[in-house]
């Protein structure tokens, strides 16, 4: 069993609020008041709290099916989580056939759900993506890992006289803001240098209390400085990423390096593992289940990364449909020293329309 040292205490609370107004019941077990003692270490059962730290553990499942029955996978589940970045668009262009098949599914009385581990903007940020693409999708329907950020500290009853620093785009500081938490850095740290003098030292506000570390394009040598003495020398300060994504979608040209290597700088100066909010963590997964209150067998997640889509969808016992649009070929999928299978996988999600040509 995996278990993570943390340093904290633990108390109870009777219900947790996010800032959308959802009331979240205390059966998640995820921490309570981390920075309130930090002279008592404790153990994180991560079987109880779901939450994952690093890589995930999974059963090794038999190869992946092509979908050959649309059909019969959209008849079996109510509920469809998507992730965006090489799913439904790839940078800023949308991937071909992805309005009609959200409308199909829509007609069918299907709940869609859209979830993504990029941090650079929040859900309203991307509510006005999605309108500029042409797709009507509520902010409800709408879950980035900034959002997951913020809603874990509220989750753990974050200190209020604490504050978060931010490796990151606008999206979590937005986030953060929305959900009543003190931050510093993020953007307006990106033009900050060093200048090694001698005798110098950096100065890290006491009050820090999680540093908080996403997809930056601003990434940058004072960031790494400036987290490392926060999560080092402050008592009981967090480690929480957004994502641990090797590479993203910034552009349809080519992949990007993504989040994980913000992540793995800080990683290897602190020599601490984050906690991970966004995929594979199935922290966003018991949210948006508790949210809807959907029976997780009754979930298909449809993604394009066998390492968090497909297993966040396992981890969660979900169905998975992994998409050949995105990240992962068919000869990634189909390597030997592969062992994370979804149950299908497809070229697109515009495959399902295939039943629609076939009712014609």
Not at 128 to 138: A, H, M, P, R, Y
Not at 180 to 191: K, N, R, V
Not at 225 to 239: D, H, K, M, S, V
Request: include cysteine.
């Amino acid at each position: 069993m995996l278990s993570i040292r943390v340093t904290a205490t633990i108390s109870s609370s009777s219900t947790l609020s996010f800032t959308n107004s959802t009331k979240i019941s205390n059966k998640f077990s995820y921490i309570s008041n981390p920075l309130k003692n930090s002279s008592k270490p404790i153990k994180w059962n991560c079987k109880n709290s779901r939450m994952e730290s690093s890589k995930s553990s999974f059963v090794t499942k038999a190869s992946a099916q092509p979908l050959t029955n649309p059909a019969e996978l959209i008849d079996s589940v109510e509920t469809f989580i998507f992730d965006c970045d090489g799913v439904i668009w790839k940078g800023d262009k949308l991937i071909d056939g992805v309005p009609e098949t959200l409308d199909l599914l829509r007609e069918k009385g299907k709940r869609l759900v859209f979830v993504t581990n990029n941090s650079t903007k929040s859900r309203k940020q991307y509510g006005k993506k999605f309108e500029t693409l042409g797709l009507s999708v509520n902010e409800e329907e709408i879950f980035a890992s900034s959002f997951a950020a913020a809603a874990y500290l509220k989750s753990i009853d974050f200190p209020k006289d604490k504050k978060v620093y931010v490796v990151g785009e606008d999206g979590i500081l937005k986030e953060l803001e929305l959900a009543g938490i003190q931050y510093l850095g993020g953007p307006e740290d990106g033009d900050k240098k060093i200048e090694l003098k001698p005798g110098y030292m950096m100065e890290q506000d006491k009050d820090v209390g999680a540093v908080v570390v996403g997809f930056d394009r601003y990434f940058n040598y004072h960031k790494i400085q400036y987290a490392t003495l926060c999560i080092r020398e402050n008592p009981g300060c967090l480690f929480i990423a957004t994502n641990r994504d090797a590479v993203t979608h910034l552009t349809d040209a080519q992949e990007w390096a993504g989040g994980g290597s913000m992540v793995g700088a800080i990683l290897g100066s602190t020599k601490r593992e984050p906690l991970v909010v966004g995929k594979p963590s199935t922290f966003m997964m018991d949210y948006l289940a508790d949210k809807f209150k959907i029976q997780k067998s009754q979930i298909c997640m449809v993604g394009d990364r066998l390492d968090t889509d497909i297993v966040f969808g396992q981890n969660g016992g979900c169905k998975t449909l992994l998409v050949l649009s995105g990240v992962t070929s068919l000869s990634m999928l189909q390597d030997p020293s592969n062992s994370t299978q979804p149950d299908f996988y497809t070229n697109k999600i515009s495959d399902f329309l295939s039943i629609k040509a076939a009712a014609v």
